[in-house]
């Protein structure tokens, strides 16, 4: 139990440094106030907007921005900024979930087809390369007319979206595997799944942190376009949605709020998770890093230092040793 204990402190604490690296860099920063604003507004809409979805007020339809309805009224009367807020809860659970979902698919599967012989990894190329081919958009179509569901939307998306991410972990493992940890382990006797989830992963977990915040916004805008097309759940609400609904009245009405409205959200929301991936790509990648130093100024022997200073994950003998070879290279 104190073992469990004391892995659960240490992952929290390995967690919240990794968060405070993220608040330190001006895009992280940026990106994670974003994201905040927009998820916050999503889980206390109720308490945001006295309006419900289904408030119906046709006499009310089409109503312009006033104190009562900030963006107006669509045809029904149902309040425009209701319908953004709560529409941002199926944006964010549709980029969120998908975007995990791919990444944990495609990493496992690029970790098996790289690390687990020749016959997984033919099998693995050979399915990512049919996948490939396949159109998205006309497989929506197909899979809509047997669920208009998002939990079908979420599956389609992640059956297709997971084979970018597989053949770039592969590549990754395909130079991990020659480390000397590996051998290491494999020589003590580690099981191939043992190694591949203790060791492998966490060698490749910076990419992997990386491809999830950039693929939570590609797979919103993807849930944008597919729903202005008519291949959403009609169930839900959702700003994609709300653009197909704008489309048909507000122009000629003069609501240009209820266009604007949703489209700025998804702006938001999507620069803010790029700018959550740009920083964990400065972060983590050490030639982005190195072209930052040379950028700014800094010497390299300063920015090697503090480099050190911050390696938490090794012991301090190791750091010591590691300091030294880089010094004798540095002056050879």
């Known amino acids: 139990m104190k073992n469990i204990i004391n892995t659960v402190c240490s992952a929290v604490r390995s967690i919240g440094r990794f968060l ?25 809409a109720p308490y945001l ?19 009562e309805h900030l963006l107006g009224t669509d045809k029904n009367g149902i309040d425009i900024l209701t319908q953004i807020l709560y529409g941002a809860r199926i944006s964010l659970i549709i980029g ?15 970790i098996v087809s790289a690390y687990f012989g020749k016959v997984s990894a033919g099998v693995i190329l050979n ?23 998002y939990l079908m939307m979420i599956a389609v998306f992640t059956l297709i979206g997971w084979c ?22 494999e020589l003590a006797g580690g099981s191939k799944t043992y190694i591949m989830f203790r060791h492998i992963m966490p060698a490749i977990s910076h990419l992997l942190i990386m491809n999830c915040a950039l693929s939570c916004a590609g797979f919103m805008i993807a849930e944008a376009g597919l729903s202005f097309i008519g291949l959403g759940d009609p169930s839900v609400m959702s700003w994609g949605k709300i653009l197909v609904a704008a489309q048909e009245s507000a122009f000629s009405s003069g609501l240009w709020a209820w266009v604007i409205a949703p489209g700025v959200a998804i702006f938001i929301t999507v620069f803010g998770f790029m700018q959550i991936g740009y920083a964990l790509e400065e972060i983590l990648n050490p030639k982005i890093k190195c072209r930052k ?3 700014n100024g800094i010497s390299p022997e300063a920015e090697a230092e503090q480099i050190f200073a911050e390696m938490s994950d090794i012991s301090e003998e190791v750091a010591i040793a590691l300091k030294e070879k880089y010094h004798a290279g540095a002056k050879v």
């Not at 993220?22 to 206390?44: D, Q, S």
């Open 293 to 295: 130093i040379k950028k």
């Open 96 to 110: 969120l979930t998908t975007g995990i979902c791919v990444t944990l698919l495609g990493a496992t599967l690029g």
């Open 20 to 44: 405070l690296k993220i608040l330190k860099n001006p895009k992280g920063r940026l990106g994670v106030i974003l994201v905040g604003i927009v998820a916050l507004a999503a889980i206390f």
């Open 127 to 149: 399915i990512i390369n049919v996948l490939l081919v396949i159109p998205t958009t006309p497989l929506m179509m197909i899979m809509s007319n047997l669920s208009s569901s």
């Open 49 to 67: 907007t006295p309006y419900e979805l289904d408030d119906y007020d046709i006499a009310n339809g089409l109503a312009k921005p006033s104190a």
């Open 164 to 185: 970018g991410t597989a053949r770039m972990v592969r590549a990754q493992v395909l130079s991990v595997m020659n480390m000397n940890y590996i051998r290491a382990a």
